[in-house]
């Protein structure tokens, strides 16, 4: 390891980790609680044109934002950026819960989502510097399972909070809680940093950065509605997204401290992680946003249980994870890696041959061999990368290993969606029926158009969106594969290397 970088002390750390687990929690919570809340937000606001952006927002600032916490702790030490993170999120949530319209609500989030960025990678840091490799793989199991009780209890906050009080206390109870945990991180986190470590080297061109990132995510979510590739507006952000990441790679190569280390590519392990970062992030974006739809206008099930039909995913991965933590010293990372990989490729596989016929048990088994997938890749990348990479990169490390599942998911729903929205608008062109017409520009009205409709446009609409939803499903499987092949560039670990970690 260098002896640069910032250095965690550890005589309080169950009160850090306190602390730390309660941050985790409103973070992870927060996109599913807002979700049971919108419909409500939207009859007090407006604005229903609009309001995909409140989701589309946080997504964009706190995915751009991650590697910008992660280096700058690096240089600055971790409790100070992650307080300012911290702050930022319990900001925006006070802003968020005082707005008076729908553009007030979205430009609100977007603050949010900053703080958000810094919630969870830098959570990931601290816990990574203050346990030993032992207990290290003991906690991110527990960060798992925070995470995955985080987005099972959300929706019920959300809705239990929307229905007895109001709106605005989803954003509030926020505030109670990232005070407190505020207060331990400052009182119990003990932090050294050398000095003339920090400064403001590469500070400039990690704000030039995320703003390509930022625009190729724009890029992406308008490309991505309707195949709108080609689309004046859709095509600037592109190009201004390259020409800004062209001119960060030109100052980035003349700089004597760059923001990214070339370094970090030069270990095997974090280019592996890496790429299969990305492609973990594109399928699992891409089940959580697409099963449920099929689930509900191809399968006609409520919108309760389409949100449940993703549900084995997050407790497969937990407990998955939770194994991991345990087996980890005996089996090592690269066999469980292949093994998660193996049953992505396999649950995957299943969901492409879901049909309008598909039954219960069928989909729940495609979701446990997906989560359980997952829970075996992910904590022994991230395990893997922090154990390799020397101490002075270690935030922005980490931190990577959650900015390119982001990224994969961003690229991966765009993919999908832009098959599926081939189908439909192709199926339109065919058959221009009003009422086949009005479900595809509405499906969020489904279940109330039902009794409305006439039963062949009903089964038009099914077949149709169950073909494009197999489009879609196919690149899922395709993306599976991709991540199998990643895992050979995983590095061959010995009995020593697993033992020197």
Same mark, same amino acid.
């Given at each position: ?5 910032? !250095? ?46 409140? !989701? ?10 991650? +590697? ?20 930022? #999120? ?20 977007? *603050? ?36 995955? /009780? ?58 030039? @950065? ?5 625009? %190729?995510?724009?890029?992406? @979510? ?14 600037? #952000? ?6 800004? =990441? ?12 760059? #923001?990214?280390?070339?370094?970090? %590519?030069?270990?095997?392990? %974090? ?12 399928? /699992?974006?891409? *089940? ?23 549900? +084995? ?19 090592? =990372? ?28 069928? @989909? ?15 904590? +022994? ?11 002075? =990169? ?9 900015? !390119? ?53 009903? @089964?038009? /609409? ?11 499903? #196919?690149? *899922?499987?395709? %993306?599976?594969?991709?991540? !199998? ?15 020197? =970690?």
């Amino acid at each position: 390891m260098g002896s640069k970088g910032t !250095f965690l002390l550890q005589p309080h750390r169950r009160f850090v980790t306190a602390g730390i687990l309660g941050a985790l929690y409103l973070a992870a919570m927060e996109s599913t609680v807002v979700t049971t809340a919108m419909p409500t937000i939207i009859t007090r606001l407006g604005g229903l044109e609009i309001y995909s952006w409140v !989701f589309s927002i946080y997504l964009l600032t706190s995915t751009v934002s991650i +590697p910008v916490w992660g280096r700058l702790s690096d240089l600055h030490g971790r409790r100070r950026l992650y307080l300012a993170g911290l702050g930022l #999120f319990a900001i925006g949530s006070l802003l968020c819960g005082l707005s008076t319209g729908m553009p007030q609500l979205i430009v609100f989030r977007g *603050v949010q989502g900053l703080g958000a960025g810094a919630l969870v990678p830098l959570a990931l840091t601290i816990i990574g510097e203050i346990y030993t490799f032992d207990e290290r793989a003991r906690m991110q199991a527990v960060f798992s399972g925070v995470w995955g /009780f985080a987005s099972i209890t959300g929706p019920l906050i959300g809705g239990f909070i929307t229905d007895n009080f109001s709106w605005r206390w989803v954003f509030f109870i926020n505030i109670p809680v990232g005070l407190i945990a505020a207060t331990i991180i400052e009182i119990y986190l003990v932090e050294r940093v050398p000095e003339g470590l920090g400064g403001r080297a590469g500070i400039r061109r990690g704000i030039l @950065m995320s703003l390509a990132i930022a625009l %190729f995510l724009l890029y992406l @979510m308008e490309g991505g509605q309707n195949n709108r590739w080609l689309d004046g507006r859709v095509i600037a #952000f592109l190009l201004s997204s390259a020409l800004l =990441f062209l001119l960060y790679l030109r100052l980035e190569k003349k700089s004597e401290r760059p #923001f990214i280390p070339p370094e970090l %590519f030069r270990h095997k392990m %974090f280019v592996a992680a890496s790429v299969n970062g990305v492609c973990i992030g594109m399928i /699992f974006f891409g *089940v959580i946003a697409f099963v449920p739809l099929f689930a509900q206008a191809v399968l006609g099930r409520s919108a309760t249980e389409a949100g449940s039909a993703i549900t +084995p995913v997050l407790l497969t991965w937990v407990c998955s994870s939770v194994i991991m933590g345990r087996l980890w010293r005996h089996v090592g =990372f690269r066999r469980p890696v292949f093994c998660g990989m193996a049953l992505l490729v396999l649950g995957t596989a299943m969901v492409v041959r879901l049909g309008g016929t598909a039954s219960r048990s069928s @989909m729940i088994l495609s979701m446990i061999c997906i989560g359980a997938g997952m829970g075996l890749n992910a904590l +022994p990348m991230l395990m893997a990368v922090q154990s390799t990479v020397p101490r002075d =990169f270690f935030g922005i490390a980490t931190s990577a290993t959650q900015f !390119f599942r982001n990224i994969g998911g961003a690229v991966g729903v765009a993919i999908m969606g832009s098959r599926l929205s081939s189908v439909l608008w192709r199926a339109l062109h065919q058959r221009p029926d009003p009422e086949l017409v009005k479900l595809f520009q509405h499906p969020e009205v489904l279940l109330d158009a039902r009794s409305s409709v006439s039963a062949t446009t009903l @089964m038009v /609409f099914r077949d149709t969106v169950a073909a494009g939803l197999q489009n879609a499903f #196919f690149m *899922v499987f395709m %993306f599976s594969l991709f991540a !199998f092949l990643s895992a050979f560039l995983v590095p061959k670990e010995g009995r020593r290397a697993i033992d020197g =970690f």
